[in-house]
C-alpha cells in the first residue's frame, strides 16, 4: 500500500529544513512530464524555470501573464510529492502593493517557496535600491500574512543585467536580509571569490546558486557554502538545443542521424507507469 502524499504544510516544513544545513541541488523541470522524472532521480525538490516554461510555450521569458504562471505552480504543485519553489518573476508588479498582492496569490498555490527579482520590465536594469527593498518589505509581510511557511528568496539581479558591481550585489542582498528575506541569491555571481563574498556578507542566511559550466561540482559549492544550487532554464535549453539541431538537419541536409541513441518510447512509457501507480 503506498504512503499518503505528502500536504502542502508538510512539503513546506521539508523545503525550510533543507535550507538549515548542507547543499543541495533543486533542478527546474518546466511540465509535469520533467518534474516528475526528476522527482524520481531522488532530488529533494525541484523549482520553475520561468524561461523553460515560456519558451515551451512559445513566449520569450517574461512575457508571460501572471495568472499562466500561478496556473502553472498550480499544476507542478498539484503533479509532485516533493517542495516546489516558484520562479516568480519580479512579482509582476513594480510597487510593493502589488507585489504583495502577487506573492499572496503565488503562496496561494501551494508552493513551498518564491523568488522575486530586483529587476522591471523594459530596459532600466534595476529598481533603485530603497524601492527595491520596499518590495522585499512587502513580500515578506505577505508571506507573513498568509500564514504560510514558505520559504522567501530575495534575487540581486546585477550580473545578468549588465550591472555586475559585487559591492552593490552585497548591499543589497544584505538590505533584502535584514527586510525579511529567508535566502539570498545573485544569478551570474561564478567567482569562487565573489561566491565566499555573498555567503560571508549574509550569513547565517543560506545563498543560492545558480550552477552551469563554471567548472564547480556540487561538493565545491557546499564547500564554499552555498546551501541550494539551481539550474535555472538550463535543463530546458538542453532540450531546445537538441531539439533544434536535429530539427535543422533535417531541414537543411535532409539527414536523421539526429535521432541515434534516443531514450526509447518504451523506456519513457515504463518510467511514467511506474511513477503512475507511486502516485496512485
Not at 35 to 62: E, N
Amino acid at each position: 500500500m503506498n504512503s499518503p502524499r505528502p500536504t502542502v504544510a508538510e512539503k513546506r516544513k521539508t523545503f525550510r529544513k533543507l535550507h538549515e544545513t548542507g547543499c543541495f541541488v533543486i533542478p527546474n523541470p518546466w511540465n509535469v512530464g520533467t518534474a516528475r522524472y526528476l522527482q524520481g532521480l531522488g532530488f529533494k525538490a525541484l523549482a520553475t524555470t520561468s524561461g523553460g516554461h515560456a519558451h515551451s510555450l512559445g513566449f520569450a521569458d517574461g512575457l508571460q501573464s501572471r495568472e499562466a504562471v500561478l496556473a502553472h505552480c498550480r499544476e507542478l504543485v498539484a503533479a509532485t510529492d516533493v517542495p516546489l519553489n516558484a520562479d516568480f518573476e519580479n512579482g509582476f508588479a513594480d510597487d510593493p502593493d502589488g507585489v504583495a498582492d502577487s506573492v499572496t496569490r503565488g503562496v496561494a498555490t501551494g508552493v513551498a517557496g518564491l523568488s522575486i527579482e530586483d529587476s522591471p520590465k523594459g530596459d532600466k536594469p534595476l529598481y533603485d535600491f530603497d524601492l527595491s527593498v520596499a518590495r522585499v518589505k512587502a513580500a515578506r509581510a505577505a508571506v507573513d500574512r498568509a500564514g504560510g511557511d514558505v520559504v522567501f528568496t530575495a534575487r540581486a539581479e546585477n550580473f545578468i543585467r549588465g550591472v555586475p558591481d559585487l559591492d552593490d550585489v552585497i548591499r543589497r542582498l544584505k538590505a533584502y536580509a535584514a527586510a525579511g528575506a529567508d535566502c539570498l541569491y545573485a544569478p551570474g555571481v561564478k567567482t569562487r571569490e565573489q561566491i565566499a563574498a555573498v555567503v560571508k556578507a549574509v550569513a547565517p542566511k543560506p545563498v543560492k546558486f545558480l550552477g552551469g559550466a563554471f567548472g564547480f561540482t556540487v561538493n565545491d559549492l557546499a564547500k564554499m557554502g552555498v546551501r541550494r544550487i539551481s539550474v535555472g532554464g538550463s535543463l530546458a535549453h538542453v532540450a531546445m538545443h537538441a531539439f533544434i539541431r536535429v530539427a535543422t538537419e533535417i531541414a537543411n541536409e535532409g539527414r536523421f542521424d539526429g535521432f541515434a541513441d534516443l531514450t526509447t518510447n518504451a523506456a519513457l512509457n515504463k518510467f511514467f507507469s511506474e511513477d503512475r501507480k507511486k502516485l496512485s
